[in-house]
Structures are given as structure tokens and as C-alpha cells.
């Protein structure tokens, strides 16, 4: 079943995982992932607890943003639940604005798999 839905509909992980991810909380964003989790950002796959903590902290630090959510989509199967989040960001990083799809693969109610691109 696939629906399109606002951001207090999100499953909850979801929700934790982007509102920490923006504020850099790596223990907030590492607690809603398996601990095999792999995020891919850029191209490049953060593998694990350590590598996905050291992303958090550090990606995007020099540049200062906004980012505001426009909208998901939730898709349930028998193989589990995929979230598209999408989020408009604006600031000083080259280009100034982007648009960008957040792809999270839930296993049960942690995130096994987050894919960031335009």
C-alpha cells in the first residue's frame, strides 16, 4: 500500500532520525538505526555505528542551512516499509538551494538502510 502523507503521519523512527540528523545528535540519530545500518550520502556508503556517528557530526558543518519538509511517501510490504522524505534545504553551500529525497528502509521500527540524493 502506498500513501503520501504529512510529517506527523511519519513513523516515528523517521521523524527522530531527520529532527537529529539536522541538530547533529548522533546519539539520538545512531539510536533509531540497526546496528548494521548503512546510510549512503554523496555516493558514499557510512557503514555501522561508528562511520554513520562520524557523518552525522561532521557532515555539512561548515555550510549554515534551512531545511524544510515537502512532503513523503510511505510504502508497506510484506518485506517491510520504505519512507520517502522529502526536504527543500537553503544556505551558503555551493549552489544555495537543494531539493532532496531521503529513501529509509525500516526493519520492523529501526531504519536498516537511509539513501540521501536529489
Known amino acids: 500500500m502506498t500513501n503520501t502523507t504529512d510529517w506527523d503521519a511519519l513513523p516515528q523512527t523517521v521523524r527522530t ?11 539520538r540519530t545512531l539510536a533509531t538505526l540497526s546496528t548494521d545500518a548503512v546510510v549512503t550520502d554523496e555516493g558514499h556508503d557510512f557503514k555501522g555505528h561508528d562511520e ?8 555539512a558543518a561548515e555550510f549554515t542551512y534551512t531545511t524544510e519538509f515537502t512532503g ?29 529525497h531521503y529513501r529509509f528502509t525500516l ?6 538502510r537511509v539513501v540521501i540524493e536529489p
Open 17 to 27: 532520525f531527520m529532527t537529529a540528523l539536522d541538530a547533529r545528535e548522533v546519539g
Open 52 to 59: 554513520i556517528g562520524a557523518w552525522v557530526a561532521t557532515a
Open 72 to 100: 513523503a511517501t510511505v510504502l508497506e510490504r510484506q518485506t517491510g516499509t520504505t519512507v520517502d522524505v522529502g526536504q527543500h534545504l537553503e544556505g551558503n553551500f555551493p549552489g544555495g538551494v537543494a531539493d532532496l
Open 107 to 112: 526493519d520492523g521500527t529501526v531504519i536498516s
